[in-house]
């Protein structure tokens, strides 16, 4: 569902149309605390023109058609919060107003302040007339996050996939943690895909295939870390006006990567667990008043662990090894090796592999 279109004269212009509240002391405050910076400015709005001012301070994204010879290319477009017009790694992230200076209205008889609305035709709903909206816009520091526009991401849709995760993304602090890996009982469903020197499982598959075995015990040192991507439109990730279901990140809940993720992390080595969704109505106003505008702030939770290979490339690092720790008859040498479901380096191992950045795609594309 498309936004609601202004009519031109109720269009925001932030150089003719904002006037900053000015006074011997400023009616606002700023503090700048190490983990919490915030900044208020006052300033008049003419009250036809306040929903498209609330548009432009808060920002507003929403999918967009770029074509393509091969049918509809969707991608997400993005309006981003005003900036701070003196501290410029604040952003706007709150707006609130108030009417100020009746205005009479001629249509009205003995000129009564009021009028009517744009979205109601049965019953009539009335509004008090204004000259002015007095605004109060709070912008706040982000952190590490990038406010790109349109033009400064690349999507690449025959390989599926996008540079959305590098902008309105928060990278949350990462949480270190050791965990004890204990197996007991009796034979696995692994094999050892590679080894064979002494002291190493036998490659598999075949009569001497080597399954991962029990009793043993390992540290292992992981990794888990939350990427809080702000601000994304309902129908940009999911198919479904009714309900919200996200079908391309729900896919990939507890797999790992099966290629290079984020361009840091090598493929098998991040595994991801579930997200949490915060859905919220946009303050843009739906060209059908029946069916508003939602969007959503995702956090995508991931953990990482790599250990270190016995055996180098091409076999690969990450949840898909195991550690040998011998066969009852040969000691182990404690190191990790991948262990597949079929004893090949090809085969599937514990947790199923797949790309992950087509998550930040559009849910049609």
Known sequence: MPAYTEDAEDQFDYETDWLEVAEDRQPSSAHFADTDQEDTIMG???WNKRRSALRFFKGFATEWNAG??????????????????????????????????????????NNSPYDTTVFTVNPITRRTKYKWAMFAVKYRAYGDVLFKEDEDIEVDVENETSEEWMRNV?????????????????????????????????????????????????????????????????????SEDNFF????????????????FLGVFGPETIRMLPPQFEIFPWWVPSDDPDEPLYGVNVTLNF????????????????WNNMPWGGDGKVNGDGKYYRATRDGTNAGRGLLQAVNFMPMFTHVSS
């Not at 991608?75 to 200076?101: L, N, V």
């Not at 391309?248 to 099966?258: E, P």
């Not at 990482?304 to 091409?314: G, K, L, T, Y």
């Open 170 to 238: 928060l990278f949350l602090p990462p949480e270190p943690n050791v965990e004890a890996l204990t197996v007991t009982g009796g034979l696995s469903q692994l094999i050892f895909s590679e080894g064979g020197g002494v002291g190493q499982p036998t490659p598999g598959p075949g009569a001497n295939a080597t399954r991962f075995t029990a009793p043993i015990a390992e540290l292992q040192t992981k990794m888990a870390f939350r990427l809080l991507w702000m601000n994304v439109p309902w129908e940009y990730l999911s």
């Open 245 to 260: 279901f996200p079908t391309k990140i729900i896919d990939r809940m507890g797999r790992v990567n099966a290629d290079s």
């Open 44 to 46: 008049f709005v003419p």
């Open 303 to 318: 953990e990482w662990f790599e250990p270190e290979n016995a055996i180098d490339p091409p076999f690969r690092k990450g």
């Open 68 to 109: 393509g010879a091969g049918g509809a290319i969707w991608r997400m477009h993005r309006e981003q919060p005003h900036r701070h017009p003196d501290y410029p790694w604040m952003r706007a992230f709150d707006a609130s107003f108030q009417g100020t200076q009746l205005l009479p209205n001629e249509a009205n008889p």
